[in-house]
C-alpha cells in the first residue's frame, strides 16, 4: 500500500505563490516510478475536481483549463515527491488539496492541505 503526505497549504494573498509537497511511502518493494500522480483540490460546497496529473516517470504534464499557465506539477522519483507549484493565485483558487497516486486499478490519496487565498 501507499501513504501520501501533503504539505505546504496556507494563506496566501492573491497573486502570490504557493509550493504543495506530497511525499509518498509504502512497504518494502514500493516503487514510486510506477505511480502515475495528480493533483486535485475540493472547494467548500464544490467537488472534488483534478487540477493536474503527471506520468509514473515524469513524462508531459497535464493541467485543468483554470490553472494552466499559473501551476506546475513535477517529481522526483529518488525523493518519492511530487510537488504543484502554484503562482498567480486567486481567490478561487481556495480548496483542499489532495494528490492521488495510481498504478492500473490501485489507486491511493491524501489527506488533504488547505490553501487559502486572501487579502
Known amino acids: 500500500q501507499v501513504q501520501l503526505v501533503e504539505s505546504g497549504g496556507g494563506l496566501v494573498q492573491p497573486g502570490g505563490s504557493l509550493r504543495l509537497s506530497c511525499a509518498a511511502s509504502?512497504?518494502?518493494?514500493?516503487?514510486?516510478?510506477?505511480?502515475?500522480m495528480s493533483w486535485y483540490r475540493q472547494a467548500p460546497g464544490k467537488e472534488r475536481a483534478w487540477v493536474a496529473g503527471i506520468s509514473s516517470h515524469g513524462g508531459p504534464a497535464n493541467y485543468a483549463d483554470s490553472v494552466k499557465g499559473r501551476f506546475t506539477v513535477s517529481r522526483d522519483n529518488v525523493r518519492n515527491m511530487v510537488y504543484l507549484q502554484m503562482s498567480s493565485l486567486k481567490p478561487e483558487d481556495t480548496a483542499v488539496y489532495y494528490c492521488k497516486a495510481v498504478r492500473g486499478e490501485y489507486e491511493r490519496w491524501g489527506q488533504g492541505t488547505q490553501v487559502t487565498v486572501s487579502s
Open positions: 509504502g512497504f518494502s518493494g514500493f516503487t514510486f516510478s510506477t505511480y502515475a
